[in-house]
């Protein structure tokens, strides 16, 4: 294959995993906000926390990933 079409399936690679990282993040602060709502009794406090979490982790996880 010629260095072009390397370098464009490169490029699709990163974008697929930054937007997988940033999905994934946000699942497991949903998921965990959930479950500490369920446990506290605290309906939609912790949701919202682990949602704002995992968006938060996301950028920083695409920040570390884009700057590398």
Partial sequence: MPKKQDGMWAALSLVG???LNM???VAVG???GKWADKYFNTF???TVSGIVFGMAGGLWSTYKKIVK
């Fill in 23 to 25: 999905a994934a993040m």
């Fill in 44 to 46: 939609p406090w912790f």
């Fill in 30 to 32: 949903l998921f965990c």
């Fill in 17 to 19: 995993t930054i937007g």
